[in-house]
């Protein structure tokens, strides 16, 4: 026969580390969920650069770009769209403010600044 013994004054030790820990642990799941947000945003100023990049090549008119990336980029609330039309070719630039709306990190990092540029060359 065993006998099991209970070692005096560690009962409640797993309850008082994972009350420790848990904080960690979420703010760690909050900053990867907010780092997705971020990402997210990065994939649409990029698409919203190349659709706009897209419209100015054809069009040669810059409000037609920036109302194309407005509509490719519908996540994102204000983009700041500039266009540079070269000989041969048109660049676009796509600028847009992420909101860390993220309970605990959005107070530690502020929004995040992303942009992205595209160039094609200009059809006649």
């Known amino acids: 026969m065993s006998r099991q013994r209970r070692s005096q004054g560690c ?8 009350a420790l820990a848990l904080p960690l642990l979420m703010v760690f799941l909050l900053g ?17 650069a190349r659709a706009a990049a897209r419209a100015a090549s054809v069009s040669a008119s810059p409000t037609r770009a920036a109302a194309t990336a407005a509509r490719a980029a519908t996540s994102l609330e204000r983009l700041d769209v500039r266009t540079e039309n070269g000989a ?35 059809e006649s």
């Not at 403010?97 to 993220?102: A, L, S, W």
């Open 88 to 122: 041969r070719t048109v660049r676009v630039t796509v600028l847009a403010r992420v909101p860390t709306d993220v309970p605990l990190v959005g107070a530690l990092i502020g929004d995040v600044t992303v942009s992205a540029t595209a160039v094609m060359a200009v």
């Open 11 to 18: 009962s409640g030790q797993a309850t008082v580390e994972l």
């Open 32 to 48: 990867a969920v907010q780092l997705t947000l971020v990402i997210r945003g990065q994939l649409a100023v990029t698409h919203a």
